[in-house]
C-alpha cells in the first residue's frame, strides 16, 4: 500500500513536469512568433533632410559624403568606407540606415542584390569632369578643343552609352590604327571602384573615364597611363603634379574648384539613396 502511495506521487510529479514543460515550451513559441512577426521600419527618404538623423555610408571624399555631411545632426552618422561596394555591403549587413552614392554605380549594385532598392529625387543634378592641376590653363585648353571634336562626332556618346541604357555594349572605343603618340604620356589619377565610369574587369581598368580619357589623349597625341588610388588621393595627385589630371565620376563643386581646375562637363549625374526594401 505504501510503494503503491509513492508510485502514485512519483507519476504525478512527472506529470506536473511534463505539464509545465509544455507551458514553457507554448509560451517560447509565442515569443517566437511574435519576434517573427516584428520587422524593421522602413526608411523613409523624401528630402534631403529626412537623412539627417540617419546613419549613411558613402565612398570617401565623393559628392554623397560632401553633401550628407552638411545634412546629418552628428558626423559620427558618416560611415566613410574606401570602396562604394564596401558602403553597400554594411547597407545588406543591417550596419547602415542607407548608402548616398551616383546613380550610375548605384543601378550596378542594386541590379546584383534582390534586398536592395533606390530613392531618386532627393539631390540636384551634377556636372562630370575632368580635373587638372590649379593654373594649368594650356592643359585644360587642350583636353577642352578634344572633348569638343568627341562631342561633335558622336564619339562621346557613343562611348557613354557603352556602359548605360539600352545599347550597353554596342560600342567599345579603340585608339585609331595609326595614332601619332610622339608627345609622351599623360598620367590619369582614378579610383577604379566606380562601375561604369571606371573599374576592374580582369588585368584591365576599363569604363566610361577611361575611354573618354584615351580618346582625347589619342587626339593629342598622348599615350594614356591609369594610376589607381583611392578617390581621396586623386585632387591631391594632382595638385602635387604626380599626375596630370584626375577622371573618376568627379563632380565640379566650389570647394574642389579651390584647388583644381576643370575641363568642360562631358555628362551629367546625380546622387541617388540606396536603402533596404
Do not use: W
Not at 553597400?88 to 534582390?114: H, T, W
Not at 557613354?160 to 567599345?172: K, L, V
Amino acid at each position: 500500500m505504501k510503494m503503491r502511495k509513492i508510485l502514485s506521487a512519483m507519476l504525478a510529479a512527472v506529470c506536473v513536469c511534463m505539464l509545465t514543460a509544455c507551458g514553457s515550451d507554448s509560451g517560447n513559441n509565442g515569443g517566437s512568433g511574435d519576434s517573427e512577426k516584428e520587422e524593421t521600419k522602413k526608411i523613409e527618404v523624401t528630402k534631403p533632410e529626412d537623412l539627417a538623423d540617419l546613419t549613411i555610408g558613402v565612398q570617401q571624399g565623393t559628392t554623397g559624403d560632401l553633401a550628407c555631411s552638411d545634412i546629418v545632426k552628428a558626423d559620427s552618422q558618416m560611415k566613410r568606407y574606401p570602396k562604394g561596394a564596401a558602403a553597400v555591403q554594411a547597407l545588406e549587413a543591417g550596419k547602415l540606415d542607407c548608402v548616398v552614392i551616383d546613380a550610375q554605380p548605384a543601378s550596378k549594385f542594386v541590379e546584383k542584390s534582390d534586398d536592395l532598392e533606390i530613392i531618386n529625387g532627393i539631390f540636384d543634378d551634377e556636372q562630370y569632369a575632368i580635373c587638372i592641376k590649379k593654373g594649368n590653363t594650356e592643359l585644360v585648353d587642350k583636353m577642352n578643343g578634344a572633348l569638343g571634336e568627341l562631342k561633335d562626332d558622336g564619339t562621346l556618346d557613343k562611348i557613354i552609352a557603352n556602359y548605360i541604357g539600352d545599347n550597353t555594349g554596342s560600342f567599345q572605343y579603340e585608339t585609331p590604327d595609326g595614332t601619332d603618340h610622339s608627345n609622351g604620356e599623360l598620367v590619369m589619377a582614378t579610383n577604379a571602384e566606380f562601375e561604369p565610369y571606371e573599374y576592374h574587369e580582369g588585368d584591365e581598368i576599363i569604363g566610361i573615364d577611361v575611354d573618354i580619357a584615351r580618346a582625347i589623349c589619342d587626339k593629342l597625341g598622348y599615350e594614356l597611363k591609369i594610376e589607381d588610388m583611392e578617390f581621396d588621393s586623386i585632387l591631391p595627385a594632382v595638385e602635387a603634379g604626380k599626375a596630370d589630371f584626375g577622371a573618376a565620376g568627379m563632380t565640379v563643386t566650389d570647394e574642389r574648384k579651390e584647388n583644381a581646375d576643370f575641363t568642360d562637363t562631358y555628362t551629367n549625374a546625380t546622387q541617388v539613396v540606396i536603402i533596404k526594401k
